[in-house]
């Protein structure tokens, strides 16, 4: 992978859409808390709610490593256009100030920027699948309500 302060911005922009699965994953989470709570509902729309909620617990963690990682990467391009140097530079910097601060508890070895996008955008997609989950249980929980 080539990467150039360009590229990680364009990373770290694909990772800033994970902000809007958050605030609607919010939106959905206050909802199933709301709706678990109020309604006078059957065991499996309760049960529908409940693992909403759950899935929504699920997708905030998620968010928050993909909003760390995002500025993570603001914090390397920022590094670059301050100080210049090597790309890969930055990424050995950026784990060794995680590592000072105990993000990390040893130095992994050197990892190019190619593999840490891949690990980026796992945790894009398990934020989704978070979300997905969420709007699925919702929906059948809904759906049970419907057909009653």
């Known amino acids: 992978m080539n990467t150039s ?13 994970g902000a809007a699965l958050d605030r609607f994953s919010f939106l959905l989470l206050a909802a199933a808390i709301g709706l678990l709570g109020v309604t006078q509902a059957p065991p499996l729309m309760q049960l529908s709610y409940a693992i909403s909620v759950l899935a929504g617990v699920v997708q ?26 090597s790309e890969q530079e930055a990424a050995h910097r950026l784990d060794a100030a995680m590592h000072a601060i105990g993000l990390l508890a040893k130095l992994p070895p050197a990892r190019d920027w190619a593999s840490r996008w891949a690990g980026m955008r796992r945790l894009l997609h398990w934020q989704l699948a978070s979300v997905v989950v969420q ?5 059948a929980a809904l759906a049970l309500r419907i057909s009653r």
């Open 60 to 85: 905030r963690y998620w968010a928050f490593r993909v909003g760390l990682d995002a500025d993570l990467l603001a914090a390397s391009i920022a590094h670059l256009e301050r100080c210049g140097g």
């Open 135 to 139: 709007l699925l249980s919702v929906a």
């Open 5 to 17: 302060p360009l590229t990680l911005a364009t990373m770290r922009a694909v990772l800033l859409q």
